[in-house]
């Protein structure tokens, strides 16, 4: 009886055992990221992004991102700003695909339109 049990968990281990060797370390959506301060210094600012998929017609699924922040100086400690924006994307390539994409919140003046640097960021690619 006992070589039975022992064999039986043998072949469990075998079984069950390479499903969670192949797990993926990227996680699926939805997903959040934290959002670490660009200025080291600035050490309680933090932010996360909710990542996840939407449906709002059948055949154009979209990727929405809400993004909260704590913690964060009045904008207009870092010059002319009155606000803060949150920003999805890439730069370099106007796409719904967010692969390589960086999620920050940043500085703004919403009289002149003028975007400052970013106070937080983290790289999308935590997300997929």
């Known amino acids: 009886m006992k070589q039975l049990i022992i064999l039986l968990m043998i072949v469990m281990t075998c079984l069950v055992g390479p499903e969670r060797a192949n797990a993926r370390a990227i996680p699926d959506m939805p997903c959040s990221v934290i959002l670490e301060p660009v200025d080291s210094s600035e050490h309680n600012q933090k932010g996360v992004a909710l990542v996840y998929k939407v449906k709002l017609t059948p055949s154009f699924p979209r990727t929405s991102i809400n993004m909260l922040a704590s913690h964060l100086s009045e904008p207009r400690s870092y010059g002319d700003y009155d606000k803060y924006e949150g920003f999805a994307g890439r730069i370099d390539d106007i796409t719904a695909d967010l692969a390589n994409s960086v999620i920050e919140v940043r ?7 003028k975007l400052g640097s970013a106070i937080l960021r983290n790289q999308m690619k935590v997300c997929k």
């Not at 500085?107 to 339109?113: C, D, F, P, V």
């Open 107 to 113: 500085l703004s003046n919403s009289k002149s339109g």
